[in-house]
């Protein structure tokens, strides 16, 4: 069973940083796509930032130049440096990972969510 595992999250007061990891279980044998997502109340999940094996790295326009996503595709783990964090940042955020396991197709995985709350 393919398994990620979020730490990172927590309260920060505007303008702090957060960096926000996602480990991905070792029965994973090829990552194509590794992404971050967020959700706040009343809201719908929405893509924050994803990085592509092939080298392409998109943004939502709310986050670029604030957040960087960046990956270890080899430890099967992705991060998303938040820097400069805003209130309207808050929310929960998830790690999503298109992966296959031995004799698998691919498919996406999601991690637990992790909360970030940024508030004075």
Known sequence: QVQLVESGGGLVQPGGSLRLSCVGSRNI???S???WYRQA??????LVAVSTTGGSINYADSVRGRF???TDTAKNTVYLQMNSLK??????YYCNVRARMLLSGYKDYWGQGTQVTVSS
């Open 41 to 46: 109340p009343g809201n719908e999940r929405e």
């Open 29 to 31: 044998v090829s990552i």
């Open 33 to 35: 796509v590794m992404g």
């Open 68 to 70: 960087t996503i960046s």
């Open 87 to 92: 209130p309207e940042d808050t929310a929960v």
